[in-house]
């Protein structure tokens, strides 16, 4: 099951990088919600706005140091996640502790919240 999980956040990845909203639907809930760094709440509606639009696009998001919990139907998956891209033109790279929380639905693994937490800048 650690595996599965770990192959969704692979999807997930991809489909950030792609800008791939069809794929990026496939993974996360219809009611799924970032928690940015500021904590700001952005749900998948506006998230989903922003990635078709082409203001937010990613050249790299690599993740390591995965940590896989689970509980019945629902899973704790967090890692670090560096990303590098623009967004409204304006150039960004982070470095971010990620938290990502799933559940099991009709059989799949689909993520409900993301939770981001910025590294400072060294």
């Known amino acids: 099951m650690e595996q ?24 996360v809930t219809d009611d799924w919600v970032i928690i940015d760094p500021n904590g700001e709440i952005i749900d998948r509606t506006r998230f989903f706005e922003v990635i078709k639009s082409g203001a ?8 390591e140091d995965f940590r896989v919990r689970i509980y019945g139907d629902s899973a704790v998956v967090t890692g670090i996640t560096s990303t590098k891209g623009k967004f409204m033109g304006q150039e ?7 938290t990502d929380v799933l559940v099991k639905r009709d059989g799949s693994w689909r993520c409900v919240l993301t939770h981001l937490t910025r590294f400072p800048k060294k």
Do not use: P, Y
């Open 4 to 27: 599965e999980l770990l192959k969704l956040e692979q999807v997930f990845a991809e489909a950030i990088l792609k800008n791939d909203v069809e794929a990026l639907g496939r993974v």
């Open 56 to 63: 937010l696009t990613h050249d790299r998001m690599e993740s």
């Open 92 to 98: 960004f790279s982070t470095r971010e502790r990620a």
